[in-house]
Structure formats: C-alpha cells, structure tokens
C-alpha cells in the first residue's frame, strides 16, 4: 500500500467552472477525510465519512461543494461554479479511527483564475 | 478561544534543541498530535499524546502535555536541517479518537548551518 493518493496533484481552472478531485484511502482505512489549507494557515476540517456515510460536515462546505465515497474506498469532492476564494490545497486523509492519528495525501492543489 | 495557537517561527542553529509550544482549547480532547509538513508535500504525523499523559518520548522527540493550562510543547533534540518545516499541533475536535482534528496555524522551523 502506498499511502493515501490524491489526484490530480495540481488543477487550474477558470471561474466559475466546476471541478473534482479523487481521494484514495490506504486501503483498510474505514475513515476519511478532507481538509482545506491555505497559505499561512493550518488544515481546516471540511467533512469526513466512516465507510461510505458522510458523518459530518463543516460550515466551511457550502452548498457548492459535494463529496461522496460511494462504495467506502475513494472519495470525491466536487466543486461547483468555482470562486477565486475556493483557491487553495484540498487534503485528504485516512484512518482506522483510533488514536494512531490520520495518514494525509499529499493534496490537490486548485488554483481558480 | 476557539483556536489551536502556536507561534508562528522558530530559528535554531543545526545540534541545538527546538522547542515548539501549542495552547489547544478543549480540555475533553482526549489525544493530542504533532504533524511535520515540508514544502509542497502532505501532513506527516510526528507523535501523539494521550490526554492522562504528560510526557512521551520518541527518539529525538520529546512531547510535555500540561493539561491544567492546555499547553503541549514538542521538543527536537539535536535538530537538524532536514527538520525543517512547517510544524502542526492539533487536537482532537471531541473526546474520542478519530474524529475531526482542529489545527493550529503551524510554526516554521528554520535550521541552520
């Protein structure tokens, strides 16, 4: 197993245009989750999902992003109708939901001019 | 408050010890992480402290959890260039594992020659 994959590792995009992003877990992982990250700033908490239920969401996700693990192995985020604001590294993360902490991907980074 | 604090940069000198605080905010979390991010790259978990802990060794790490102020400080003996990075204390967003981390806004760690 190579760790938690993230694809693609860069997108550019035009505004206004939609996007998504596939998350690999590490395999026996039963949780998964995506952060944001912005420059200057920590990893900020957008939802996460045990199998393929989506158990939380952050305020930060509005209702133009969705995520969906529809058979509880990778995920998706999509954005739509993308912002300027929506700019930044979009993280993923496993775990088995113990206290061995999350294995992180190494992010998409979307850039939306 | 709300947030996870850290200060924001730390310089040392190549043999010399670092010492990274963090103020974290619940006092229910139950564990408590130190991630490592270098440039370009994805979250790399250091350690973790259980919460009825105040101190875990690991190597050249050394991690003192001060549960009365909430204050948790990572400690790097003998550091080296390939230390730094952008170092993250998160907590536990509710008192189980496994569960959303929140974040501080890291500290960078510049080592030199």
């Known amino acids: 197993d190579t760790g938690v994959s993230q694809n693609p590792r860069h997108k550019i995009t035009k505004r206004g245009q939609n996007v998504t992003f596939r998350c690999d877990p590490i395999s026996e992982h039963n949780r998964l989750y995506w952060y944001r990250q912005t420059l200057g700033q920590g990893p900020e908490f957008l939802t996460y999902f045990q199998n393929e239920a989506q158990l939380e969401k952050s305020r930060l996700l509005s209702d133009r992003f969705s995520a969906e693990r529809p058979k509880g192995s990778f995920s998706t985020l999509e954005i739509q109708r993308t912002e300027q604001g929506d700019s930044a590294m979009y993280l993923c993360?496993?775990?088995?939901?113990?206290?061995?902490?999350?294995?992180f991907g190494s992010g998409t980074r979307l850039t939306v001019v | 408050g709300e947030d996870v604090e850290q200060s924001l940069f730390l310089s040392v000198r190549e043999g010399d010890s670092s010492v990274i605080n963090c103020t974290y905010t619940d006092s229910s979390s139950t564990y408590l992480y130190w991630y490592k991010q270098e440039p370009g790259a994805g979250l790399q978990l250091l350690t973790y402290?259980?919460?009825?802990?105040d101190m875990k060794q690991d190597q050249r790490l050394t991690v003192l959890l001060n549960k009365k102020d909430k204050h948790l400080s990572l400690r790097i003996a003998d550091t080296q260039t390939g230390d730094s990075a952008i170092y993250f204390c998160a907590e536990s967003k509710r008192d189980q594992a496994g569960t959303a981390l929140i974040f501080g806004k890291g500290t960078t760690l510049s080592v030199s020659s």
């Open positions: 993360a496993s775990s088995l939901g113990d206290s061995r902490g999350y294995t």
């Open positions: 402290i259980f919460s009825n802990m």
